[in-house]
């Protein structure tokens, strides 16, 4: 958080992963100020904007499935390659996740592809 005038200013990071949705992330910058702050009846304002704000948010585009494999499959020996089962069983050990099914997996890899 840092101090604006009068107020606060907050960016948070929202990320949405589900079977039935698609992933999706997003930043929102939220500030809220009053008129006077040393005034306790000052009217207190609140303002919301989406953002890309942040170092990494368009830096990276790929979803969180995505990085995930990608992750995996960068500690892979040259060469050495997985199955989608292999990389699933290694998904789910690693602990930044649920674990995933291969449909999921696929499409990541063709994403990535």
């Not at 990320?15 to 930043?27: A, L, Q, V």
């Not at 020996?77 to 099914?101: C, M, S």
Request: aromatic letters at 6%; hydrophobic letters at 35%.
């Amino acid at each position: 958080m840092k101090d604006v005038p009068h107020g606060s200013e907050v960016t948070l990071k929202w990320e949405f992963t589900g079977s039935e949705i698609p992933e999706t992330e997003f930043r929102i910058v939220r500030r809220v100020w009053a008129d006077n702050p040393e005034d306790l009846e000052s009217p207190l304002h609140y303002a919301v904007e989406v953002t890309d704000e942040g170092s990494d948010f368009k830096a990276d585009v790929r979803t969180k499935t995505q990085r995930r494999v990608l992750d995996l499959l960068s500690g892979t020996a040259p060469g050495k390659g997985l199955t989608v089962r292999q990389i699933g069983d290694a998904l789910a050990g690693d602990g930044r996740g649920p674990a995933l099914k291969e449909t999921t997996i696929r499409d990541a890899l063709k994403a990535l592809r």
